[in-house]
C-alpha cells in the first residue's frame, strides 16, 4: 500500500513539473509569435517603401527622358533609369505574388494578407 502511495505522489510531482514546463513554453511561444509577427509587418512596411521608391525612380526617368529634348547621351541615361523602375516594380509585383499565392493556394499562414498596391 505505501508503494501505491508514493507512485501516485511521483506522478503527481511529474505532472505538476510538465504542467510548470507547458507554461514556460507557452509563453516563450508567445513572445516568439510577437517577434514573427512584427517581422512580417516590417517585411510589409518595407516592400510598400521600396515600391514606392521603384515608381519614383520609373518617374525620374520619364521626366530626364522629357528633359533630355533630343540629347542622345541624356536619353541613353534617362532610358536606364526607366528601366531600372521597370525592373523594380516587376521584382516586388513578382514577390507580392509568391507570397499572396502561398498564403491562399496553399494555406500557409502569415501575419495576415499582404494586399497588393491598387491603383
Known amino acids: 500500500m505505501l508503494s501505491h502511495g508514493r507512485k501516485f505522489s511521483n506522478s ?5 513539473a510538465l504542467w510548470a514546463a507547458s507554461i514556460r513554453i507557452a ?3 508567445s513572445k516568439i509569435a510577437v517577434i514573427i509577427i512584427n517581422a512580417i509587418n516590417l517585411v ?9 521608391i521603384a515608381l519614383v525612380v520609373f518617374g525620374w526617368g520619364i521626366v530626364r527622358l522629357i528633359a533630355a529634348a533630343g540629347n542622345q547621351e541624356e536619353i541613353k541615361k534617362a532610358k536606364g533609369i526607366i528601366w531600372w523602375g521597370v525592373i523594380g516594380m516587376f521584382v516586388l509585383a513578382s514577390i507580392v505574388g509568391l507570397i499572396v499565392f502561398f498564403q491562399r493556394d496553399i494555406g500557409i499562414g502569415g501575419g495576415g494578407i499582404i ?4 491603383f
Request: glycine letters at 4%.
Open 12 to 16: 503527481l510531482v511529474l505532472a505538476a
Open 27 to 29: 509563453a516563450a511561444q
Open 44 to 52: 510589409k512596411l518595407a516592400a510598400g517603401l521600396v515600391w514606392m
Open 115 to 118: 494586399i497588393p498596391p491598387q
